[in-house]
Nanobody
């Protein structure tokens, strides 16, 4: 089963920064929309950010706007999520996922997922 691999999670104090990475050695990440999702303990998974294949369409959920930045590097076959000014409520397992049907939008045919990386924001 095709899979993505996330990295970069960890423990950080409130106000700190982390940069998550997501890559694959099996598939190209160039052609379809890529998204970051998160799931906090006891809560449902939610979409955090999404970037289209041509980088022209970018989505952020309201709670992370101005703090998180999504980007993708074709040469590195990697998508990143730069997270600044982290808050305790950002604590969650973060997943990346790729659509297999849409170049522009996430939440359509998000069939390829990683296993997640844990981000903990705490003193």
């Amino acid at each position: 089963q095709l899979q993505l691999v996330e990295s970069g999670g960890g423990l950080v104090q409130p106000g700190g920064s982390l940069k998550l990475s997501c890559t694959s050695s099996e598939i190209s990440l160039d052609y379809y929309a890529l998204g970051w999702y998160r799931q906090a303990p006891g809560k449902e998974r939610e979409e955090v950010s999404c970037i289209s294949s041509d980088r022209q369409i970018i989505y952020y959920r309201d709670s992370v706007k101005g703090r998180f930045t999504i980007s993708r590097d074709m040469a590195e076959n990697t998508v990143y999520l730069q997270m600044n000014s982290l808050k305790p409520e950002d604590t969650a397992v973060y997943y990346c996922a790729q659509s297999t049907v849409s170049r522009d939008r996430c939440n359509y045919g998000m069939d390829v997922w990683g296993k997640g990386t844990l981000v903990t924001v705490s003193l």
